[in-house]
């Protein structure tokens, strides 16, 4: 299971209030916590903090300043490709593009950038009329990908499907739709693409957020879950990644797999 952690994002306070400032400190404290808890990756969002036509920059820096204090690949997450590529450009390790839907234009601006700078790549499972809310129209999206990644010559271990969780309290029949989602895709090619959720989006807005996220972690790596972006310091929840790996037959018990899984 591959822990995404999630924290480095201008939707927090203190994270866009240093964006703001160019405030390394705030990022770089994230960045050690984040892998202190077990993270694999590093989750890099602007968010709202910088404006569009400034993120190319406002990316460098980012990935300069995280790459200070820690060697974990960054997830190089917007919706601006410019900005995305700036920050490849500085990456130390292959890092991981985030995202790309079943959108033509942007699908060759990605699947090409990520060949040329070694990237993997989040694919959604949607396209420029929005989510779909049943399994059947996300798995068809998830093998639009898999075809694109044949055609530009991306290894399929490389690529990462996101079929979309959405807040249980708003859109709870989209739960199980995912989950289904998740078992089909593992179908679509050999070797299988990997699969990949915004965690936390499951729980949005609802008051028992983290025993959400654990729960919903748990049934989705049991449907085929390899990787989230997700909280790396609920301790619990990183438990119950590791715990999964056990009891999928992923990983070979030993007495101390929870230390194990943090230190892998």
């Not at 910088?50 to 919706?79: C, F, H, N």
Request: aromatic share 6%.
């Amino acid at each position: 299971m591959i822990i995404i952690g999630e924290r480095i994002n201008g939707m927090f306070t203190d994270i866009g209030e240093a964006l703001r400032n160019k405030d390394p400190k705030p990022l770089q404290f994230w960045a050690t916590k984040q892998e202190e808890g077990g993270a694999h990756y590093l989750d890099v969002n602007s968010g709202p903090a910088i404006p569009t036509g400034e993120r190319p920059e406002a990316y460098k820096w980012m990935v300069q300043v995280i790459q200070e204090v820690s060697d974990l690949p960054l997830t190089l997450d917007s919706t601006n490709y410019n900005a995305i590529e700036e920050g490849l450009k500085l990456c130390k390790r292959p890092a991981m593009i985030n995202s790309v839907p079943v959108e033509r234009a942007k699908i060759e601006r990605v699947f090409a950038m990520a060949i040329q700078y070694n990237a993997q790549v989040i694919g959604l499972t949607m396209d420029n009329k929005g989510i779909p809310k049943d399994a059947e129209n996300r798995v068809a999206f998830a093998l639009e990908l898999v075809a694109a990644a044949d055609e530009f010559g991306l290894y399929m271990e490389d690529l990462f499907i996101d079929p979309l969780i959405l807040p249980c309290n708003v859109a709870q029949e989209h739960a199980p739709e995912v989950l289904e989602a998740l078992r089909q895709i593992k179908t679509l090619a050999d070797p299988a693409p990997r699969t990949v959720l915004g965690l936390s989006n499951v729980s949005q807005k609802s008051p028992d957020r983290r025993l959400i996220n654990r729960t919903y972690l748990a049934m989705a790596m049991a449907c085929g879950l390899d990787a989230a972006i997700m909280d790396a310091n609920d301790d619990a929840l990183i438990d119950v990644a590791a715990t999964c790996e056990i009891l999928l037959n992923k990983s070979v018990y030993a007495d101390s797999y929870l230390k194990v899984f943090r230190t892998r």
